[in-house]
């Protein structure tokens, strides 16, 4: 079955906690990218990677980071530098040509407490 | 500088109304636009892309390129529409894969 898989669904962070949110993809898609969704802000691009080892910064990249050492995985980790990480994060993976859409994960909500 | 803007945050119609959900984008190259739905507690899908000139759900979006619009259009909602709807584009180098998103529309649809 084919598809995206974000962990966990629900996290709790302490703050000046780190924490990774890990996706998954087995739709052999080259590209992979990292979201933030908050309410009446839609989706914002934290990071994207086209390649294995190589991933770029997006929109709102400060506080984060990421990892790209496999095709299949592209680990974001929210650090205690990010000042507001309460927020729903969605993972996508898409082919490099963007011709067909992205397909999305289910999602991580991440609370800090 | 590539932009989508989704004017409203809420829609709410009546069941068989027609809906039209708005979507203006500015973008000075050969945008490829997107409808992207997410149902409650499902995950973000894509709903229909400008290319593929394709009617899903009943719903359609015409891309007209004087007005810079990519309205999404269902001419009898139905109580199921309800959800939230991103219009998103792509095409802009160097990453012609990388979507841009509008902040949404909540549609809903009241029986």
């Known amino acids: 079955d084919g598809g995206i898989t974000q962990s966990p669904k629900y996290l709790f962070r302490k703050e000046g906690q780190n924490v990774t949110l890990s996706c998954e993809q087995n739709?052999?898609?080259?590209?992979m990218y990292w979201y933030r969704q908050d309410p009446g802000q839609g989706l914002r691009l934290i990071y994207y990677?086209?390649?294995?080892?190589?991933?770029q910064k997006g929109d709102i990249a400060e506080g984060y980071s990421v990892s790209r050492e496999k095709k299949e995985s592209f680990p974001l980790t929210v650090t205690s530098a990010q000042k507001n990480p309460t927020a729903f994060y969605l993972c996508?993976?898409?082919?490099?040509?963007?011709?067909?859409?992205?397909?999305f994960g289910s999602g991580t909500r991440l609370t800090v407490v | 500088a590539q932009r989508v803007t989704q004017p409203e945050k809420l829609l709410s119609v009546f069941k068989g109304a027609p809906v039209e959900l708005k979507c203006n984008y500015s973008y000075s190259g050969s945008p490829e636009l997107f409808w992207y739905v997410q149902y409650s507690r499902q995950r973000l899908q894509l709903l229909l892309r400008?290319?593929s000139r394709e009617s899903i759900k009943g719903f359609t979006a015409d891309l007209n390129k004087g007005e810079t619009s990519f309205h999404l259009k269902k001419p009898f909602a139905q109580e199921e529409d309800s959800a939230m709807y991103y219009c998103?584009?792509?095409?802009?180098?160097?990453?012609?894969?990388?979507?841009?998103f509008g902040t949404g529309t909540r549609l809903q649809v009241f029986p």
């Open positions: 990677s086209q390649i294995v080892n190589d991933f």
């Open positions: 739709l052999n898609h080259d590209a």
């Open positions: 996508a993976s898409n082919t490099r040509q963007g011709r067909y859409g992205y397909t």
């Open positions: 400008h290319i």
């Open positions: 998103a584009l792509s095409g802009a180098r160097p990453s012609p894969d990388k979507l841009i």
